[in-house]
């Protein structure tokens, strides 16, 4: 059974930074592209960021651009998000996913369909 379990989220003031994490189980995790969507209160789900499997690639939401940092572990199979500068608009329940594929180019994950969801780790940042 995959399990995608996030951590990380909580409350942080505007210009804080909060680093999300998301555990793999059940899959052979480097075989996965992984990435970071997010939901905020009454707006649909939105892409983040995204990284192949190999770690080689990495792509951002131009939201976050400059912010943001994906990275991934292998052996530990986790998947990382380390927010900086975080503004009230990044308040959100951010979702990891896995997607099976090999591609080398992490900007052609964010349209994809995913394989496996996380349950999401609520973000929020008070102005």
């Known amino acids: 059974q995959v399990q995608l379990v996030e951590s990380g989220g909580g409350l942080v003031q505007a210009g804080g930074s909060l680093r999300l994490s998301c555990a793999a189980s059940?899959?052979?995790?480097?075989?996965?592209?992984m990435a970071w969507f997010r939901r905020a209160p009454g707006k649909e789900r939105e892409f983040v960021a995204a990284?192949?499997?190999?770690?080689?690639?990495?792509d951002y939401a131009d939201s976050v651009k400059g912010r943001v940092t994906i990275s991934r572990d292998n052996t530990r199979h986790t998947v990382d998000l380390q927010m900086n500068a975080l503004k009230p608009d990044d308040t959100a329940v951010y979702y990891c996913a896995a997607d099976r594929t090999y591609t080398a180019q992490a900007r052609a994950i964010r349209a994809r369909t995913m394989d496996f969801w996380g349950k999401g780790t609520l973000v929020t940042v008070s102005s």
């Open positions: 059940g899959l052979t995790f480097s075989m996965y592209a």
């Open positions: 990284i192949t499997w190999s770690g080689g690639s990495t």
